[in-house]
């Protein structure tokens, strides 16, 4: 099993900037394709992205592409979410996942924070 602590979320203005960080136990982690999904209120959860075991290949959802980012540092057990040129609609409680592959996420941390205003 793995744990996945999420840090970062905040309040920024748009067009601004923030980096999430995901931490997770065990020794493991690179065993494990690492993403991020979101949820805003009142609206389905949404795919943001994910990264290989290696964090050489990563993939994105479309409303995002261009502007979100994913690495991970395997050595830290750390994965990132660096969001640039931020939204209105990117306000959401965003989730770090850990999945065997990219198909299914077995494991979700508790999500964190973020709001950007206009």
């Known amino acids: 099993q793995v744990q996945l602590v999420e840090s970062g979320g905040g309040l920024v203005q748009a067009g601004g900037s923030l980096r999430l960080s995901c931490a997770a136990s065990?020794?493991?982690?690179?065993?494990?394709?690492m993403g991020w999904f979101r949820q805003a209120p009142g609206k389905e959860r949404e795919f943001v992205g994910g990264?290989?075991?290696?964090?050489?290949?990563?993939w994105y959802g479309d409303s995002v592409k261009g502007r979100f980012t994913i690495a991970r540092d395997n050595a830290k057990n750390t994965v990132y979410l660096q969001m640039n040129s931020l939204e209105p609609e990117d306000t959401a409680v965003y989730y770090c996942?850990?999945?065997?592959?990219?198909?299914?996420?077995?494991?979700w941390g508790q999500g964190t924070q973020v709001t950007v205003s206009s």
């Open positions: 996942v850990a999945g065997r592959d990219g198909s299914e996420y077995n494991y």
């Open positions: 065990g020794r493991t982690f690179s065993t494990y394709v």
């Open positions: 990264i290989d075991r290696s964090g050489g290949y990563a």
